[in-house]
């Protein structure tokens, strides 16, 4: 959460000033408690304070530059079919990008593209292993920082640039299968 405190902070953010000091409090306050890494009590007070403090759109803003998963090891694959495929027009490279990496995404008229997504781990991962039988609250900010990394993840496979439009959850009973439902816009 230290990146995206840092990232509010910048003068282009669209965040007010006065926000910023109920994130420097909760932040010091683990800190203080001793915690390398801040962990989950932290990443979850944070998020709360961005539903409370922030819109939609500045929170989906902040996760597009410090979305989960990004820079993991799968950015050299990613870059590799990028360089493949860049010859391509948009709706062959991401045909074959869903057929490559496994990734239900269709390229819309709108100029958008629409991700059916399941998280391999996380909260589903814990329903499929019967240790949660519902989504806690903030599942919600979960899913919109998971929207990060798959904006990351196309955005870097596909050469083009992103924005967040909107995630849709579905209840655990509805759709186990594909749950989330991330829409992007395509800027470039």
């Not at 910023?20 to 408690?33: N, V």
């Not at 539903?51 to 998963?69: P, V």
């Amino acid at each position: 959460m230290k990146s995206m405190l840092k990232t509010m902070k910048k003068k282009n953010s669209g965040i007010s000033a006065d926000v910023i000091p109920a994130f420097e409090g909760i932040i010091q306050k683990y800190e203080e408690l001793g915690a390398p890494s801040l962990g989950p009590e932290c990443d979850a007070e944070f998020e709360e304070a961005m539903k409370e403090y922030l819109t939609k759109e500045q929170r989906f803003w902040l996760y597009e530059q410090n979305g989960a998963c990004k820079g993991t090891g799968a950015d050299k694959e990613r870059k590799i079919f990028a360089l493949e495929h860049a010859h391509r027009p948009l709706a062959d490279r991401l045909r074959i990008f869903t057929e490559t990496f496994g990734r239900e995404a269709v390229l819309n008229d709108d100029d958008t593209i629409t991700v059916t997504f399941a998280c391999t781990h996380g909260y589903y991962k814990q329903v499929r292993e019967g240790k949660i039988t519902s989504l806690p609250p903030l599942v919600e900010s979960y899913f919109e920082r998971c929207a990060g990394g798959r904006l990351y993840e196309y955005q870097k496979a596909l050469g083009i640039k992103l924005k967040i439009k909107s995630v849709d959850i579905s209840t655990l009973d509805e759709n186990l299968a594909n749950p989330v439902v991330f829409t992007f816009e395509i800027i470039e």
